[in-house]
């Protein structure tokens, strides 16, 4: 939980609002992100870490006992099986802050989901 309750203006703002234990998971989900998205900005919507690439691509949080991950619903739907060990929505996973972080499953979900944005974006061009 965050112990600091102002609003974040970035994200190094954002993770240094935890305690160590989960800065450093906030910081490994980001450099996951990173890493599978590197033209991706780095921004803060609705008071979370974002990511963006032609609109949202992903969003993630800390909470008290998980860390809440929102690739919208077609990232959800897209790896339904993988994600069905999870307690999930239609647009979001609850990761356990007791269990270790599946980063390789949020790199290829943030990858889907880039290819998804310059999908939609390069149809919407095409259509122009």
């Given at each position: 939980?965050?112990t600091?309750q102002?609003?974040?203006?970035?994200?190094d703002?954002y993770?240094a609002?935890f305690?160590?234990?989960?800065?450093?998971?906030?910081?490994k989900?980001r450099?996951t992100?990173?890493?599978?998205?590197?033209?991706?900005?780095?921004?803060?919507k609705?008071?979370?870490?974002?990511?963006?690439?032609?609109g949202?691509?992903?969003?993630?949080?800390?909470?008290k006992?998980?860390?809440?991950?929102y690739?919208?619903?077609s990232?959800?739907?897209k790896?339904k099986n993988?994600?069905?060990?999870?307690?999930s929505?239609?647009?979001?996973?609850?990761?356990p802050?007791d269990?270790?972080v599946p980063l390789?499953?949020?790199?290829?979900?943030?990858?889907?989901?880039v290819?998804?944005?310059l999908?939609?974006?390069?149809?919407?061009?095409?259509k122009?």
């Amino acid at each position: 939980m965050r112990t600091n309750q102002t609003a974040p203006n970035d994200i190094d703002e954002y993770i240094a609002g935890f305690q160590k234990d989960v800065q450093e998971i906030l910081e490994k989900i980001r450099v996951t992100i990173r890493k599978a998205a590197p033209d991706a900005e780095e921004t803060i919507k609705y008071q979370m870490p974002t990511f963006t690439l032609n609109g949202n691509l992903v969003h993630f949080a800390a909470f008290k006992k998980h860390i809440g991950f929102y690739p919208a619903p077609s990232g959800i739907r897209k790896f339904k099986n993988e994600l069905s060990v999870y307690e999930s929505a239609k647009g979001s996973v609850r990761f356990p802050l007791d269990k270790p972080v599946p980063l390789g499953l949020i790199s290829k979900i943030v990858r889907f989901r880039v290819e998804e944005n310059l999908g939609r974006a390069d149809a919407k061009g095409k259509k122009r």
